[in-house]
């Protein structure tokens, strides 16, 4: 592949690869979450922040985040793309290490979690995850979760819902 046709391809991958987030943020705004969205004053830009339960979500694609059990490596410029999806795993793991500094409970959800045949599982897993997060906060306060509120999020949410399904 010539530059210009390998860098036309990875845009490509990398346009496909921002669709999962919408399936997460759809769901969660069914299901009654508010949160802010690419929250760029966190380490890394989460793409989904639940800032009354505690919780930083990264969606990540598989390949530029090198995710194991199925990164498969470019059959050229293998240098190139081993030291870049390194860098990036070393990004994420110092991103996610800082956020549990400061008190997030962080969950990365992998592209392929997202897959038609597997995508109800996972969406019930991070909504597990979220009211476990709030519950280990909160304690027996949890009930008041459902009080009305007009933080920041609530108000962040008048903008949502977004606009197209991600058709997998
Ligand atoms: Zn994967």
Do not use: D
């Given at each position: 592949m010539s530059r210009e046709q390998r860098s036309r391809c990875m845009s490509h991958v990398r346009s496909v690869n921002t669709k999962p987030e919408l399936i997460v943020r759809r769901w969660l705004w069914s299901r009654g979450y508010r949160y802010r969205k690419n929250c760029r004053r966190l380490p890394g830009t989460p793409d989904i922040v639940l800032r009354r339960y505690g919780v930083a979500i990264f969606i990540h694609g598989c390949f530029w985040h090198g995710h194991e059990p199925h990164f498969r490596m470019p059959k050229t410029n293998v240098d190139f793309w081993e030291s870049k999806i390194r860098r990036n795993q070393e990004r994420d793991n110092r991103n996610k290490e800082a956020l549990k500094a400061m008190g997030w409970s962080v969950l990365t959800v992998w592209e392929?979690?997202?897959k038609p045949d597997v995508r109800r599982q996972t969406l019930l897993e991070i909504e597990g995850f979220i009211n476990q997060s709030y519950l280990v906060r909160h304690g027996d306060k949890?009930?008041?979760?459902?009080s009305y509120s007009t933080d920041e999020e609530t108000l962040f949410?008048?903008?949502?819902?977004?606009?197209e399904l991600y058709q997998g």
């Open positions: 392929c979690q997202l949890a009930q008041s979760k459902f949410a008048a903008a949502e819902p977004e606009g």
